[in-house]
């Protein structure tokens, strides 16, 4: 154990040879009230899951921003006594490093945290079978924490909100999300999540945590840009419905590299649609 996972790049779009930061406007305003209306939703969700008597949440804590975020977002809303933070250690040295890096956030940000030694499980999980597709080296890890987390909410009665945010959900970054009974970032993008959790003073060390797998890839290894730049493509091709070439040629940035963008962004549609198709 211990290996970095190998970057695939036939699924990923890389560096681009040029590109530029967009300047529009696609934030929303970042302030008190919609903290307060993140808030409200975290509780009505929390609501809405009466029907299994569940009234506390655990937040998986990678030792990034957005599960930090959402782990301080739930501790506001709900109250200290309802939300404990859970970072799985499958015996990677990354993992132990973010086992401490989550002690030290958990404490800034006054969150009960847990920390859970899963080594035996991942290693039966790894030894399941013997053949390897592109991504079992990453998703075995997935998993493990994955289950780890969902197993101790199981034994508390909790609730477990999924720590995806926008940009994650339309760009497809992980082939696996964690998924959970809500998703209190899913309407934010990358750069707004930063907005808020500057708003809400968290600490510095944690919003500069380049986002990614610390046992595999960052987000800006496979995507070659920060979100500062991929948060405005993104808008402009979701939102905006500009193409590929049209975005080429007014901003001036590679057009094979738009391309497998734009291909990630038209083909993560599955994920919204699947419900649709069961109806």
């Known amino acids: 154990m211990g290996t970095v996972v190998k970057i695939d790049w036939r699924y990923w779009p890389g560096e681009p040879k040029k590109v530029c930061k967009i300047d529009i406007p696609y934030k929303r305003k970042i302030d008190d009230k919609l903290v307060h209306k993140l808030h409200d939703f975290i509780r009505k969700s929390l609501a809405n899951t009466s029907k299994l008597d569940l009234d506390e949440v655990v937040v998986g804590l990678s030792g990034g921003l957005d ?13 200290k006594d309802k939300v404990t933070a859970v970072t799985v250690d499958l015996g990677f040295e990354s993992h132990r490093q973010q086992a401490d890096f989550a002690r030290d956030v958990t404490k800034k940000l006054d969150i009960n945290h847990k920390v859970i030694r899963a080594y035996k499980l991942f290693k039966d999980y790894d030894a399941l079978l013997k053949e390897r597709g592109p991504f079992t080296e990453i998703d075995i890890i997935t998993r493990a924490i994955h289950d780890s987390v969902f197993q101790f909410a199981d034994s508390r009665l909790a609730a477990v909100p999924s720590t995806v945010d926008k940009s994650e959900n339309l760009i497809g970054r992980h082939m696996e999300y964690f998924y959970g009974h809500f998703a209190p ?20 060390n944690i919003i500069e945590q380049e986002p990614g797998c610390a046992e595999a890839w960052r987000d800006r290894e496979v995507f ?9 493509i993104i808008h402009l091709i979701t939102k ?40």
Do not use: F, H
């Open 224 to 232: 070659g840009v920060s979100y500062d730049v991929l948060d405005p």
């Open 185 to 204: 970032l899913i309407d934010l993008y990358k750069t707004e999540v930063n907005d808020v959790a500057r708003l809400l003073k968290i600490p510095k």
């Open 240 to 279: 905006k419905k500009m193409s590929a070439e049209q975005l080429a040629r007014r901003y001036d940035i590679d057009l094979a590299w738009l391309k497998k963008i734009e291909y990630r962004l038209k083909n993560q549609k599955w994920r919204m649609q699947t419900q649709e198709l069961l109806l």
């Open 67 to 79: 599960s930090a975020l959402v782990a301080l977002l739930c501790r506001q809303a709900l109250g």
